[in-house]
């Protein structure tokens, strides 16, 4: 299922009742998302305790709930370009001693894991990247 960058944005917005009616291939590929979520997603973040301190109830967004992270996935235009890539990876961190994700750096690199299950992810969301024109 491909997502355009209208229907990400409404998802982030939270207006996604407001978008066109869902239809049952769209339905098909958000099943695939969320079944994939809990199935690879979820356990890779726990083995890098990631839970301890975004399941707590204290801070967001919370990695046992699918729609919380889903919402920071649609945030970017590709598998290895948004928000929770940011994070685990340490990208974009504004300073040395001040770390894009204060609980540490999860990834070595993007293509290490649990980025490199989070990319698949983005990509059963959100079909192939978009071409920059």
Not at 2 to 16: K, M, N, P, T
Not at 56 to 70: F, S, W
């Amino acid at each position: 299922m491909q997502w355009s960058s209208v229907a990400r944005s409404c998802l982030l917005l939270g207006l996604v009742g407001a978008a066109a009616p869902v239809t049952a291939q769209d339905a098909t590929g958000v099943a695939a998302g969320k079944k994939y979520y809990y199935e690879s997603v979820l356990p890779r973040l726990a083995e890098n305790g990631c839970p301890q301190c975004h399941a707590a109830g204290y801070l967001r967004p919370n990695v046992g709930v699918y729609n919380d992270m889903l919402r920071r996935l649609a945030i970017g235009d590709s598998p290895a370009n948004n928000a929770i890539i940011y994070k685990i990876a340490n990208i974009r961190s504004i300073a040395p001693d001040r770390p894009n994700h204060p609980g540490g750096q999860r990834c070595a690199t993007v293509e290490s894991e649990p980025c490199k299950t989070v990319m698949k992810w983005w990509s059963i969301e959100f079909g192939a990247a978009e071409q920059k024109p």
